[in-house]
């Protein structure tokens, strides 16, 4: 059975910093692509970053430079590293498959608030 559980978020001032966790039950990382979204408050949800099956990364302007996705095969799972915080980086973080394909059911998400 898939399951997605994330893990970490909280309240942070700007400049901060949080590392997310996601446990990527019934999804084998070793050999998808994964990725980290988020999603804001009345918008969509966006792609954040996202790790090959063999550990390249990309991630998307906003947060370059910034946060880091990493994974861990041996415990299947899946990290982001967020680094000098920003008040519009507060949103619910969620992990998944990267291709719209393999996208599994979503789980119930991290919330990341940053203040000002």
């Known amino acids: 059975q898939v399951q997605l559980v994330e893990s970490g978020g909280g309240l942070v001032q700007a400049g901060g910093s949080l590392r997310l966790s996601c446990d990527a039950s019934g999804i084998i990382v070793s050999t998808n692509h994964m990725a980290w979204y988020r999603q804001a408050p009345g918008k969509q949800r966006d792609l954040v970053a996202w790790?090959?099956?063999?550990?390249?990364?990309k991630y998307a302007d906003p947060v370059k430079g910034r946060f880091e996705i990493t994974k861990d095969n041996a415990n299947n799972m899946v990290y982001l590293q967020m680094n000098s915080l920003k008040p519009e980086d507060t949103a619910v973080y969620y992990c998944n498959a990267y291709y719209s394909w393999a996208l599994r059911p979503w789980g119930q998400g991290t919330q990341v608030t940053v203040s000002s």
């Open positions: 790790i090959t099956d063999g550990g390249s990364t």
